[in-house]
């Protein structure tokens, strides 16, 4: 596997000048390019909602969105994004975000209500050296270190592995990805 991911970042390196828009999220230290910014997947893993600590991950889903049936499962993404510019550039909204697995089953991230979530990914300006989550935030100093995008999955992902995450980017031809593996 580490063979395999290793060859897809450095053909990704190549078709892109050097510029790797494809990481590999089972070592932390890959980073993206996604626009102006550079994005990196802390931590993924599947939540467990009866956990305290996995609990407070759930709060800020929508009033009204059903909990997982017996054949899925909540499932969090955490990131990081950092402007190494000079000027101050907008991250993308959670709903840029997406996973798709090997059979092309495509889920979308549930949107968190940050005021509820403080460690939930939201859309802002970074200024040059700027980072989301913040630095000495409650999601930099949470274990996961990063803010947090939560997806809704079907357990036909174990099956269907590894799965990508994509960060679309207005303006950028192909998505910045992720490999995901469980």
Known sequence: MFALATAAV???C???GGKSTTGDANNTGFYVRGGQLTYQVEISRALNPYSIEDHQYL??????????GGDAEWFAVFMWAKNFTKKAHTTVPASDFDIVDTQGNTYYPVTLNPSINPLAWTQMTLQPQ??????DSLASNDPAQGSELLFKLNDSIYANRPLTLYIHVPG??????????L
């Open 14 to 16: 190549g078709a892109r």
């Open 130 to 135: 700027g980072t989301e989550p913040a630095v």
């Open 59 to 68: 709060s800020g889903v929508p009033a009204g969105t059903p909990p997982p």
């Open 10 to 12: 450095l053909s990704a």
């Open 172 to 181: 950028q031809p192909r998505p910045s990805s992720f490999l995901l593996d």
